[in-house]
């Protein structure tokens, strides 16, 4: 079975500098996606970048950029120019390539991040 | 554009009472529907999920059950809460055509 481990339960990071947090998954399968979604206070879980295994590039989204190393099985998150905004739990995640609507989203447990001013 | 809601925001229930929560998605159609459940300090668990009207799949046994009356309308229910069914669920939806699923935002469920 597919696992998703993020190691780092907390974080911390001082506004304006960078942070990377770390996420390694086990899979056998070649064909899959990588997520990571930031959970704020209030909760509703938001999707922050988008990995296709299938792509050597590195997914990028203004601020919020990947390492994305297959063969470790390696799927960090890097977060540039930090702000009081980001301040909250972020979670890997990982959907298999195939099976439609079956290929369900495992989680790692989450990385909570604080910003300091 | 989508937008996904869920309801009520918090609840609080005693034991051995049913529950009922909701969730629909404006904007889209056929959508693919899932309710997960996110214990304190854990990640998010996926209970069911669903492809189309009445069509239902378990990830995991419990006494909670889902359906789906109309196309972009999720219920999740009980007949008798448990303590351990206390937590934070969230509904999410995703179209045939993308892998990544968007979310609501929630609903606080304490059983007491």
């Known amino acids: 079975a597919q696992t998703v481990t993020q190691s780092q339960p907390e974080m911390s990071v001082q506004e304006a500098e960078t942070v990377t947090l770390s996420c390694t998954y086990d899979?056998?399968?070649?064909?899959?996606?990588l997520f990571w979604y930031k959970q704020p206070p209030s909760r509703q879980m938001i999707l922050v970048i988008r990995?296709?295994?299938?792509?050597?590039q590195n997914a990028t989204e203004n601020r919020f950029s990947v390492n994305f190393q297959k063969a470790a099985k390696s799927f960090s998150l890097k977060i540039s120019d930090s702000q009081l905004g980001d301040a909250a739990m972020y979670f890997c995640?990982?959907?298999?390539?195939?099976?439609?609507?079956?290929?369900?989203?495992?989680f790692g447990k989450g990385t909570k991040l604080s910003v300091k001013p | 554009s989508q937008t996904i809601h869920q309801w009520p925001a918090t609840l609080v229930q005693p034991v051995g009472s049913p529950l009922s929560l909701e969730c629909t998605v404006e904007?889209?159609?056929?959508?693919?529907l899932y309710w997960y459940r996110q214990a304190a300090g854990r990640g998010l668990q996926l209970l069911f999920y669903?492809?189309?009207?009445?069509?239902i799949s378990s990830e995991v046994p419990q006494n909670l059950s889902a359906s789906r009356p109309q196309d972009r309308q999720f219920i999740l229910s009980s007949k008798k809460l448990l303590l351990s069914d206390s937590g934070f669920y969230l509904c999410?939806?995703?179209?045939?055509?993308?892998?990544?699923?968007?979310f609501g935002p929630g609903t606080r469920l304490t059983v007491l």
């Open positions: 999410a939806w995703s179209n045939g055509a993308s892998p990544t699923q968007y």
């Open positions: 899979t056998s399968e070649s064909d899959y996606y």
């Open positions: 990995q296709e295994a299938y792509k050597q």
């Open positions: 995640a990982y959907r298999r390539g195939y099976g439609g609507s079956q290929g369900n989203l495992i």
């Open positions: 904007g889209t159609s056929n959508p693919n």
């Open positions: 669903s492809v189309g009207i009445g069509q």
